[in-house]
């Protein structure tokens, strides 16, 4: 399923930004979708994630309490609302879709990849 990320920009510290991830065809009910991002020289980590049915809903502990994900089926779209951000929130935020996630937390369990959009947070 292509994924097409955009939304980024370069916030000031303790401001707010909304993620948006596009899926294309008709089986984005199908598959968990998630979050990740990768800082500079670092590797690339899980940020929050969300069932293929809605059920069931997790975010990394650097995050918790701050950002939200949340998907419409309606119109195909993810969504990552980042609130309270952080210098070390910057980093290249990807969306993931995977059809086999046990934990919906590890890379390898993710098929389809969206480019990234990147995520600066300074002031």
């Known amino acids: 399923v292509p994924l097409q990320a955009c939304g980024g920009g370069l916030v000031q510290p303790r401001g707010s930004l909304r993620l948006s991830c596009a899926a294309s065809g008709r089986t984005f009910t199908r598959y968990d979708m998630g979050w990740f991002r990768q800082a500079p020289g670092k590797e690339r980590e899980f940020v929050a994630a969300v069932s293929w049915s809605g059920g069931t809903i997790d975010s990394a502990d650097a995050v918790k309490g701050r950002f939200t994900v949340s998907r419409v089926y309606a119109k195909n779209m993810l969504y990552l609302q980042m609130n309270s951000l952080k210098p070390e929130d910057t980093a290249v935020y990807y969306c993931?879709?995977?059809?086999?996630?046990?934990?919906?937390?590890?890379?390898?369990?993710?098929?389809?990849w969206g480019q990234g959009t990147q995520v600066t947070v300074s002031s």
């Open positions: 993931a879709a995977g059809t086999t996630t046990a934990t919906m937390r590890s890379i390898t369990e993710y098929d389809y």
